[in-house]
């Protein structure tokens, strides 16, 4: 099974927080699921993310990363491309550029409720935006 | 042992047990499989005979499902109720959205 969407620290925040973005984000896991394809979740956003919630909202991220039978799957962050992350110029967070890279990897899309950090540097329709 | 083996079996029969023996210890260990008799509708039934590996086929589907049935389970944990028309409609957008990322990758192939 490939890849199809990337999401990114701002859609796990919004999942964890609950609340209608939230209702976005599990329709997508659960098309995505339905089109026998993964939703990749770089290890950085999980990080970038974690930071900021509390422990019942990690507790829900966690849940989804773990019992769902791999359908939402975390990409690690590799030594080789470490590198040539770090030194993406225009990216603000980490996570944003682990992310960035994790879409081109996989040709996927990336789904945030934060376009505007990826702007520059993703074409419009690579990103889909959740807060629409 | 093996002279008795050789004159009680036809060389045809110990060369298929030799043979076996050798293909049962080089292929990778196979997770254990069980044998159902279903029965289902004509409909279903219908598809199933469409199908090269029946096994595969349905093995693809069950895990699909309990994938699914995992997921509406821990949205129904965390207070998220998930509907066909929510999901439908994420569906098509992603699908607009693929076609659109496809004509652009063969607009600049092409180029």
């Given at each position: 099974?490939t890849?199809?969407?990337?999401?990114?620290?701002?859609?796990l925040?919004a999942?964890?927080e609950?609340?209608?973005?939230?209702?976005?984000?599990?329709?997508?896991?659960?098309?995505?699921?339905e089109n026998?394809?993964?939703?990749?979740?770089?290890?950085?956003?999980?990080?970038?993310?974690?930071a900021?919630?509390?422990?019942?909202?990690?507790?829900?991220?966690?849940?989804?990363?773990?019992?769902?039978?791999?359908?939402?799957?975390?990409?690690?962050?590799?030594?080789?491309?470490?590198?040539?992350?770090?030194?993406e110029?225009?990216?603000?967070?980490?996570?944003?550029?682990h992310?960035?890279?994790?879409?081109?990897?996989?040709?996927?899309?990336?789904?945030?409720?934060?376009?505007?950090?990826?702007?520059?540097?993703?074409?419009?329709?690579?990103?889909?935006?959740?807060?629409? | 042992?093996?002279?008795?083996?050789?004159?009680?079996?036809?060389?045809?029969?110990?060369?298929?047990?030799?043979?076996?023996?050798?293909?049962?210890?080089?292929?990778?260990?196979?997770?254990?499989?069980?044998?159902?008799?279903i029965?289902?509708?004509?409909?279903?039934?219908?598809?199933?005979?469409?199908?090269?590996?029946?096994?595969e086929y349905?093995?693809?589907?069950?895990?699909?499902?309990?994938?699914?049935?995992?997921?509406?389970?821990?949205?129904?944990?965390?207070?998220?109720?998930?509907?066909?028309?929510?999901?439908?409609?994420?569906?098509?957008?992603?699908?607009?959205?693929?076609?659109?990322?496809?004509?652009?990758?063969?607009?600049?192939?092409?180029?």
């Amino acid at each position: 099974m490939t890849v199809h969407i990337v999401l990114d620290g701002s859609a796990l925040r919004a999942y964890a927080e609950l609340g209608t973005p939230s209702l976005a984000v599990a329709e997508l896991l659960t098309s995505v699921n339905e089109n026998e394809a993964l939703v990749g979740v770089p290890s950085t956003c999980v990080l970038d993310a974690f930071a900021q919630l509390t422990k019942d909202e990690q507790q829900r991220v966690e849940e989804l990363l773990v019992n769902t039978d791999g359908v939402a799957v975390v990409l690690p962050l590799l030594a080789e491309e470490t590198l040539r992350i770090a030194k993406e110029p225009s990216l603000a967070e980490m996570g944003h550029a682990h992310a960035m890279a994790e879409s081109r990897t996989h040709e996927a899309m990336l789904a945030t409720f934060d376009p505007a950090a990826y702007g520059a540097d993703l074409d419009e329709d690579d990103i889909l935006d959740l807060s629409q | 042992m093996v002279t008795a083996l050789l004159a009680a079996e036809p060389a045809s029969m110990i060369l298929s047990y030799l043979w076996r023996t050798i293909f049962l210890l080089s292929y990778p260990r196979r997770m254990a499989v069980k044998k159902y008799s279903i029965s289902v509708p004509e409909d279903v039934a219908e598809q199933l005979d469409s199908v090269s590996n029946v096994s595969e086929y349905v093995t693809t589907a069950v895990r699909l499902r309990r994938r699914g049935d995992l997921l509406k389970e821990v949205f129904s944990r965390h207070g998220i109720t998930v509907t066909p028309e929510g999901v439908a409609s994420m569906s098509r957008r992603l699908a607009d959205q693929q076609t659109r990322r496809e004509a652009r990758r063969n607009r600049q192939q092409g180029a």
